[in-house]
Structure formats: structure tokens, C-alpha cells
């Protein structure tokens, strides 16, 4: 990288084709996070450069969205997927809340699907995490 980069200032990472902002170095990589927040990745400080306004602006509006995206989610109850056992157990015991009028427990049936869900049928391509050892 051309010069000295302050903390907080956004570059562009080409390895990863994604802006990032600037943390500082750690050994010899720099250290950059996502705009928006999110894990931050290691960089090749010799290759990272200072991101274009188009740049830092694509970047704002792609975290914007996926912020957005993320609060709509959590605002729909989860679907259970056809034919597991554990999610039909969770949607059920939402159903009966419900019927009961029992919002709290509806919410902790619909955080304990939503966990399954990440758990055990995560999106094709994600990665899997497991809270269990």
C-alpha cells in the first residue's frame, strides 16, 4: 500500500475484490473489516490500496442491504423444513403459544427454530457452525 493508512480509513482489497476498513497490521498483513462491521480478514498491505468513492459508496449501500435484509428476516417467524422432526417439535410448540396467547413463549420457540435452522439446515454454501462440542 502507497503510503501510510490511518485506522478507520477504507481500502480496497483486490485478493478479495471487496473494501474493507482499515484496523491496522498485525505481522506482515493488514487487518481490515467489512463496512458495516462484520470478521475482519488479513490483506497483503503491499497490495491494498485506498478504496474510490464508488468504491466506499457500492460498499456502504451492499451493508445498508444486507442490514435491512437481515432485520426483515428476523421480523417473519421461521418456516420448519418438511420432513425434520425437530423443526415440526418447534412449530408446534409455537402453535400452541399462540393459542395460548403466549407471546414470549412464541419468541423463544421461533429463536430456538431459527437456531436449528442455522444449525442443522444452514443455506447451501454456508458454512456449517455448530454450538455443540
Known amino acids: 500500500m502507497a503510503g501510510h493508512m490511518e485506522c478507520g480509513g477504507f481500502v480496497f482489497d483486490p485478493a478479495v475484490r471487496r473494501v474493507g476498513e482499515y484496523r491496522g497490521e498485525a505481522g506482515p498483513y493488514a487487518m481490515l473489516r467489512p463496512v458495516g462491521g462484520g470478521r475482519e480478514w488479513q490483506a497483503d498491505p503491499a497490495r491494498v490500496r485506498p478504496a474510490t468513492a464508488a468504491e466506499r459508496l457500492s460498499a456502504g449501500v451492499r451493508a445498508a442491504n444486507e442490514r435491512a435484509e437481515a432485520e426483515y428476516e428476523l421480523s417473519r ?4 423444513v418438511p420432513g ?5 417439535e418447534l412449530a408446534a410448540r409455537r402453535a400452541e403459544a399462540r393459542g395460548r396467547f403466549d407471546w414470549s413463549a412464541e419468541t423463544d420457540a421461533n429463536v430456538l427454530l431459527r437456531r436449528h435452522r442455522s444449525e442443522r439446515h444452514p443455506p447451501e454454501g454456508s458454512p456449517v457452525i455448530s454450538r455443540s462440542p
Open 84 to 88: 425434520c422432526a425437530a423443526c415440526g
Open 77 to 80: 417467524p421461521p418456516v420448519p
